[in-house]
């Protein structure tokens, strides 16, 4: 019996989505232009790729990681849609209050501190990966401010 046995198919959705929710909520508190949100979405890829190689095989993390890849190779995408900045925040926070919830009941103290703490870490590595503000590539800050309370706000919601 797997880790992913422990959840429900929608328990573990929320799980995979989780990384890319709050990483839309950090790219929507700066939006900032398309080389940079090119910077940003790769940050994703790498936060993941990272988590995965950290994690145990067969933890949570080690799972819902593989699967993440599995999917990200898969040709069928799903459905997309369009959402405000507001609703895409929204959305991270409700999705990230849930797995708090799912992670207390059904995963290992250890398991899902590991697990939060990385989805905070991705959130980081999204908003450390392009300067917001500045002029032609000047001045500007790593992380700005409305980011790193977008960032506060996921790790409240996890609880962490």
Same mark, same amino acid.
Request: proline share 1%.
């Given at each position: 019996?797997?880790?992913?046995?422990?959840?429900?198919?929608?328990?573990?959705?929320?799980?995979?989505?989780?990384?890319?929710?709050?990483?839309?909520?950090?790219?929507?508190?700066?939006?900032?232009?398309?080389?940079?949100?090119?910077?940003?979405?790769?940050?994703?890829?790498?936060?993941?790729?990272?988590?995965?190689?950290?994690?145990?095989?067969?933890?949570?993390?080690?799972?819902?990681?593989?699967?993440?890849?599995?999917?990200?190779?898969?040709?069928?995408?799903?459905?997309?849609?369009?959402?405000?900045?507001?609703?895409?925040?929204?959305?991270?926070?409700?999705?990230?209050?849930?797995?708090?919830?799912?992670?207390?009941?059904?995963?290992?103290?250890?398991?899902?501190?590991?697990?939060?703490?990385?989805?905070?870490?991705?959130?980081?590595?999204?908003?450390?990966?392009?300067?917001?503000?500045?002029?032609?590539?000047?001045?500007?800050?790593? *992380?700005?401010?409305?980011?790193?309370?977008? *960032?506060?706000? *996921?790790?409240?919601?996890?609880?962490?």
């Amino acid at each position: 019996m797997g880790v992913k046995d422990n959840f429900t198919q929608e328990e573990w959705k929320s799980l995979l989505k989780a990384p890319m929710l709050v990483s839309y909520a950090v790219v929507g508190a700066a939006p900032s232009g398309e080389k940079d949100f090119t910077q940003e979405m790769s940050a994703v890829a790498d936060a993941i790729i990272e988590g995965g190689q950290r994690a145990e095989k067969d933890s949570l993390l080690g799972a819902v990681v593989a699967n993440i890849v599995a999917n990200a190779e898969d040709e069928w995408r799903g459905q997309t849609e369009r959402l405000s900045v507001g609703e895409a925040k929204g959305r991270a926070l409700e999705n990230c209050r849930a797995v708090a919830g799912l992670l207390q009941t059904k995963a290992s103290a250890e398991e899902a501190d590991e697990y939060k703490r990385w989805l905070v870490g991705v959130a980081h590595k999204v908003a450390s990966a392009a300067k917001e503000g500045g002029l032609l590539g000047f001045g500007g800050t790593q *992380i700005s401010g409305s980011e790193v309370a977008t *960032i506060n706000e *996921i790790g409240e919601a996890l609880s962490v």
